[in-house]
């Protein structure tokens, strides 16, 4: 059950577009169409922002998309906003039948 | 609309037990499988465990096996950790969340409710 991996942090200015990766394996990731991406603000509880790789429940804003390509899957953030700034998790169903989350990526508005 | 409150956190002594609840409203607690998710302090989210909707299927993870246990009384609305041999690496807020009925995406969280393990 290790953690799926993501970079540590990435950045971009308003307007702009970013890419946060989640690199798994073919027991997670790679094997099933079961990643999500959260969005979490300090001192507040995680909110779902992409499902089932690309799904956008409802509410959330269309300038959040996810895809996914073998053992990575992106959420790609375009026309960044300083409300984007946040900590991003993936998590992932795996072939053991448990969940994974990944080790976060802090998104900072420039 | 769909309120989850956890409840039952605190302070508790190396190798103590706890015991966490979820109180659900405004959905079908029944027809939903749950889970709790923790977050030690400044750091990640760690999956902890997930039981099915009957109760009949539950999976941990590995770092809880054995110590932790889910449970849930839909009668109640109710979800449940009973939470024993705590260590020090246990220190986290603990949320509960519904798991989506199809996707396996947690989509409502609680607020959290803060396990702190020290002597």
């Known amino acids: 059950q290790s953690a799926l991996t993501q970079p540590a942090s990435v950045s971009g200015s308003p307007g702009q577009s970013i890419t946060i990766s989640c690199t798994g394996t073919?027991?997670?990731?790679?094997?099933?169409?079961?990643v999500s991406w959260y969005q979490q603000h300090p001192g507040k509880a995680p909110k779902l922002m992409i499902c089932?790789?690309?799904n956008r429940p409802s509410g959330v804003s269309n300038r959040f998309s996810g895809s996914k390509s073998g053992n990575t899957a992106s959420l790609t953030i375009s026309g960044l906003q300083a409300e984007d700034e946040a900590d991003y998790y993936c998590?992932?169903?795996?072939?053991?039948?448990?969940?994974?989350f990944g080790t976060g990526t802090k998104v900072t508005v420039l | 609309q769909v309120q989850l409150v956890e409840s039952g956190g605190g302070l508790v002594k190396p190798g103590g037990s706890l015991r966490l609840s979820c109180a659900a409203s405004?959905?079908?607690?029944?027809?939903?499988?749950m889970s709790w998710i923790r977050q030690a302090p400044g750091k990640g989210l760690e999956w902890v465990s997930y039981?099915?909707?009957?109760?009949?299927?539950?999976y941990y993870a590995d770092s809880v096996k054995g110590r932790f246990t889910i449970s849930r009384d839909n009668a109640k609305n109710s979800l449940y950790l009973q939470m024993n041999s705590l260590r020090a690496e246990d220190t986290a807020v603990y949320y509960c969340?519904?798991?989506?009925?199809?996707?396996?995406?947690?989509?409502?969280w609680g607020q959290g409710t803060l396990v702190t393990v020290s002597s």
């Open positions: 969340a519904r798991i989506h009925s199809s996707g396996w995406s947690f989509d409502y």
């Open positions: 998590s992932s169903y795996t072939s053991g039948s448990t969940l994974v």
């Open positions: 039981i099915s909707s009957s109760g009949s299927t539950i």
């Open positions: 089932e790789v690309s």
């Open positions: 073919r027991s997670d990731v790679g094997g099933y169409n079961y």
């Open positions: 405004g959905f079908i607690f029944s027809d939903y499988y």
